[in-house]
């Protein structure tokens, strides 16, 4: 606390005289809008993801009510034949949704706030990981107003879905459902119809989406890619109608009758068979652009790493961190000590400030060696803006700046423009000299020389040391006598680059831990409704099936009938979610990953978590046609004939 007479400048100016070189004095306000940012940020990309699981689970309810709806559409037309009231119906309808969306809402806030209790310590970690703060949760508080409103949300959610399925059933002709399968009576969506609300909403999707590049507005990226998952839903009805041509031709000729039977039965409900597409392609996409962002976040750091920057023999720096990946200091002494042992050819010396002030935001400011300014250690392509050659010049000498691409592009600073830092000995200026990838800060980060950070910051100490052996020196002897010398004063890790590259894969996985647990639940989830929705597809038809045996199909033709139809209906629903999924992933990646973190990705497609996934679909898929089409033969004819 400062006296009520003195001025807060003079005190925080007289602290900064006092204490250890590289520290900062803040007010806690500054310091908590920081954390503010950073947490809003990290609460965007979750609200980001909640609102495709919020979209998943609004269609799966709709599909479940619509298919329960159809299968009670004879009960329904014939209250209506007697003289029931299709708007009481239709009441009855909602009311009954309104009890499982209170009862569900009930257990998925129960489930919800035991969920969040285990994934505290793996969203806490992760918020330190990538931000590079230090945070400690000694619990979890609990917005009640907020979970008033999630449960509200989900019965609104619940009858919503409801509504409309329950609509279209009371809506029917009650005698033409008496008469014919109200499967079939149902009305059929106009393809033409579908395809242009689809390209409608992609259209919108893609002018959100050019809107936040242009806004820097987290808002407008979560509302464009929002629209394009819903869009996916839509385009389903359309390709499955245009496979419908082919496969109604082929599966004849390839399948024999069980064929005939099975495209029949698929194209003639072909809003049926859209809907269960669909709904395994959503599964797909969620887990698609999930597993494809945590590993071009990966990539991209190894790339970082491994293509020049820090590549090196071996890599020494303190066993403890700094809260995330980035070391404690250490004492630039010691490189001086590694370079006089045997077998090492030469040190270079890296130091990472994070969190300094610039333009209102916290970004970090390293200090690299002349050796890390070596234009051999880097590809071509490393080089994003500036001559390399000038750069080095003025890097080497004190005069020039390195900055990040995020930096680049959220402040527009270019090769050439000055740049303006406060330290604690006083305003530096200095001039952009090249723009490279960077992953030090979310926010972007700034490479100098390193004599000049020693003398502005007034720090003399190191995060890492880059250690090159001679030609044909053992590198593992060059280890050991590092840690024999210097291992009973330090507490040091001796790292070669396999083990660097393990070190940081491990930190990433630390970041990505509980996107590993949400990604799982909601696949669980979204297995378990397709799984419902074939079952009932299927077990909805066994009047139909009945008949099939009457007039003589053997149980082989009508089980590898409905073991065909399942598996058709996996492998679309897998192609459309490889597709919905692939140009998701890359939205999030090289667009929204940008704005609501801050780090610049590469694109790495998640190719064998798409198989898995992919796998997992056609296994499921198949299983609950297995299952159907066993329980349907069982039965006996009669009771299939009378089934309602």
């Given at each position: 606390m400062v006296a009520d007479d003195a001025s807060i400048d003079e005190v925080r100016e007289q602290l900064l005289s006092v204490l250890q070189p590289g520290m900062r004095v803040r007010r806690p306000e500054q310091r908590g809008e920081e954390y503010e940012r950073v947490l809003s940020s990290f609460q965007a990309v979750l609200a980001s993801w909640s609102s495709l699981c919020l979209i998943a689970g609004l269609f799966i309810i709709y599909n479940t009510t619509s298919t329960g709806a159809v299968r009670r559409a004879l009960s329904i037309a014939t209250l209506q034949h007697v003289g029931g009231d299709r708007n009481v119906l239709l009441l009855l309808l909602l009311v009954e949704s309104l009890i499982l969306g209170v009862l569900g809402a009930a257990v998925g806030i129960f489930a919800g706030v035991g969920l969040a209790r285990l994934l505290t310590t793996l969203v806490t970690d992760s918020v330190g990981v990538i931000f590079q703060i230090r945070e400690s949760v000694q619990g979890i508080a609990i917005d009640w107003d907020q979970q008033v409103a999630i449960f509200a949300l989900g019965i609104g959610a619940a009858l919503i879905a409801s509504y409309f399925a329950a609509r279209r059933v009371t809506r029917l002709d009650p005698l033409q459902v008496m008469r014919s399968d109200p499967s079939s009576v149902a009305g059929r969506p106009s393809p033409a119809k579908l395809l242009g609300?689809?390209?409608?909403?992609?259209?919108?999707?893609?002018v959100a989406l050019y809107v936040q590049v242009k806004t820097r507005s987290i808002a407008w990226g979560n509302f464009g890619a929002t629209l394009w998952f819903a869009a996916s839903i839509i385009i389903a009805l359309p390709i499955v109608h245009g496979c419908s041509v082919f496969l109604l031709r082929w599966f004849p000729e390839k399948f024999g009758v069980s064929g005939r039977v099975a495209a029949e039965s698929l194209f003639r409900g072909v809003g049926r068979t859209g809907i269960i597409v669909s709904s395994i392609a959503l599964v797909l996409t969620i887990g698609i652009a999930v597993s494809t962002m945590a590993l071009s976040f990966r990539e991209s750091v190894n790339a970082y790493f491994a293509s020049g920057f820090l590549a090196s023999d071996l890599t020494v720096s303190a066993l403890s961190t700094e809260g995330g990946w980035l070391e404690t200091p250490i004492s630039k002494s010691v490189g001086a000590e590694i370079a006089a042992i045997p077998g090492v050819a030469s040190v270079d010396l890296l130091r990472i400030l994070p969190g300094q002030g610039f333009r209102g935001e916290r970004i970090a400011v390293a200090g690299l060696s002349d050796g890390l300014f070596d234009l051999q250690r880097y590809p071509r392509n490393w080089f994003i803006e500036g001559d390399p050659q000038t750069a080095r010049a003025k890097l080497v000498r004190g005069e020039g700046a390195r900055i990040s691409v995020s930096l680049s592009d959220r402040f527009d600073l270019h090769p050439g423009d000055p740049i303006v830092l406060q330290t604690p000995s006083g305003t530096l200026r200095l001039v952009v000299a090249d723009v490279v990838p960077d992953y030090m800060s979310d926010r972007g980060g700034i490479g100098i020389s390193i004599r000049v950070l020693e003398k502005w910051w007034r720090d003399s100490?190191?995060?890492?040391?880059?250690?090159?052996?001679?030609?044909?020196?053992?590198?593992?002897?060059?280890?050991?006598?590092?840690?024999?010398?210097?291992?009973?004063?330090?507490?040091l890790k001796v790292l070669s680059l396999h083990d660097l590259l393990d070190y940081h894969e491990s930190m990433i996985d630390r970041a990505f831990a509980f996107t590993d647990a949400i990604q799982i639940l909601v696949v669980v989830v979204t297995i378990a409704g397709v799984l419902d929705l074939l079952l009932s597809a299927i077990l909805e038809r066994r009047r139909e099936i009945a008949l099939w045996r009457i007039i003589g199909a053997g149980r082989e033709v009508i089980e590898g009938a409905i073991l065909i139809e399942s598996l058709t209906i996996g492998i679309l629903g897998v192609l459309l979610g490889w597709l919905v999924g692939a140009v998701t992933a890359w939205v999030w990646v090289r667009i929204n990953f940008r704005y609501l973190v801050g780090y610049y990705l590469q694109f790495h497609f998640a190719t064998h978590a798409a198989l898995w996934y992919a796998l997992l679909a056609i296994v499921m898929a198949a299983s609950a046609g297995y299952a159907a089409a066993r329980e349907a033969t069982r039965q006996s004819v009669l009771e299939g004939v009378y089934a309602d």
């Open positions: 609300c689809w390209a409608v909403l992609v259209a919108v999707s893609a100490q190191v995060n890492r040391i880059s250690v090159f052996v001679e030609p044909g020196a053992d590198i593992a002897g060059v280890r050991a006598a590092i840690v024999r010398q210097l291992g009973s004063r330090y507490r």
